[in-house]
């Protein structure tokens, strides 16, 4: 058993507070105060986290390490990136985040940072003194993702961690490591991973806007027009990386990103039938194959919303559902957990669930703009 003055160490070592790490470990701040204090002693699972941290601020510091790999989400179609130890598995791109804000470089005064080419704007950056462009996506993790071509052009070889990514049945190998990252003249220290397969057509990958340096990132989709009004919508980017909206309705929670990435919006299996329920919807037409990631497709259906399901100016009244086709996968593998048959018999109901604001829905606005400070959504929209 570790002593509180073991995890008073280790947290002021890795330059966090109490309520960083409770966020970060996934812990309520009482208890975290209590390890602090010597109420209680410290989970295992807790100071083995801490540790990873501490040895990320100030490499002196050694002890046990650890695995971070892409994962599915838990109740989301998106791939994230988890931190395994030993058997005890975390979602941390909370930890990665927080990691990348304590420990880059000092920086110049922030600049406001505006994206055009419809939406979909790039940025030039340099990793491990070479030049990448990069296209930043709302709905990117808060790491560096780059497709394989490109980490060999770059030089850069896979560190200690290892790293998965998951999109259904399909199991792709990577690497991972951290990197400077630099943006004309500031710098950021960042997760960098990569994969088998290509991730990104037509650049060398993808960045989240909440990984820049600048204070508000601006993406512009097509010229003002007197009929745009401007309107606000809070976000969390901690728990998931991406750029999260929580929607709340009387028993249920659906987390709602915003893709420039995908042309359609769409929802898991479990936040398509909170989407069919709450809003008195139908499954229409056949089966189809949507590209998740990787150019992986899965099967959807579309879901007809009666009332459209609304979030800021968006009012979205058709979705790309997730389906369970087949009892298995191809080659007997299972299908992914969170893919369910979406019926209204269905006796549990599901309590969280995912959805995705896509391109088409985002391209009808002027520009979209993420607020650093304030943690939202500045939408100019019709």
């Known amino acids: 058993m570790q002593p509180a003055s073991e995890f008073s160490r280790l947290r002021a070592s890795a330059g966090f507070s109490i309520d960083e790490v ?18 209680t002693p410290p989970r295992r699972a807790a100071m083995r986290l801490l540790d990873t941290m501490a040895r990320e601020h100030h490499p002196a510091v050694t002890g046990a390490g650890g695995e971070i790999r892409p994962c599915m989400l838990e109740n989301t179609h998106q791939f994230g990136f988890c931190l395994r130890f030993r058997n005890l598995r975390l979602q941390v791109l909370s930890v990665i985040s927080v990691i990348v804000m304590c ?3 000092a920086a ?24 990448a462009t990069l296209r930043v996506d709302l709905d990117a993790p808060r790491v560096v993702t780059l497709n ?50 290509e991730y990104a057509p037509g650049v060398d990958g993808v960045i989240s806007p909440a990984l820049l340096p600048d204070d508000d990132i601006k993406l512009i989709f097509r010229a003002p027009r007197l009929t745009d009004r401007e309107s606000y919508v809070p976000v969390d980017v901690t728990r ?28 898991n299996a479990v936040g398509g039938s909170i989407l069919l329920t709450g809003f008195q919807g139908r499954l229409i037409g056949d089966p189809q194959t949507s590209i998740i990631a990787f150019g992986i497709g899965r099967p959807v259906r579309t879901a007809q919303l009666n009332r459209p399901y609304s979030v800021g100016p968006f009012k979205v009244s058709e979705f790309d559902v997730r389906i369970e086709g087949l009892a298995q996968g191809a080659n007997n593998t299972p299908l992914d ?46």
């Open 148 to 197: 394989p071509a490109a980490a060999e052009r770059l030089g850069l070889h896979g560190g200690m961690f290892s790293s998965q990514a998951v999109v259904g049945p399909i199991r792709l190998k990577g690497s991972v490591l951290r990197k400077e990252v630099t943006f004309g003249e500031k710098t950021v220290v960042s997760w960098i991973v990569w994969f088998e397969r």
């Open 108 to 131: 110049a005064a922030a600049r406001d940072l505006t994206l055009d080419q419809n939406g979909s704007g790039t940025i030039q950056a340099l990793i491990n003194g070479r030049p």
């Open 337 to 382: 957990p969170d893919e369910i048959i979406v019926t209204a018999d269905r006796k549990q109901k599901p309590k969280s669930g995912n959805a995705v604001i896509g391109h088409e829905e985002l391209s009808k606005c002027a520009s979209v703009t993420f607020i650093k400070a304030t943690s939202r959504l500045v939408l100019l929209c019709p």
């Open 22 to 39: 409770a966020e970060a470990a996934g812990f309520s701040r009482r208890t975290v105060y209590r390890w602090e204090q010597g109420v």
């Open 240 to 267: 998931t990386g991406g750029i999260t909206y929580a929607f709340h309705s009387a028993r249920d929670l659906i987390q709602t990103s915003f893709s420039t990435r995908l042309p359609r919006s769409s929802a």
């Open 103 to 105: 420990c880059s470089p």
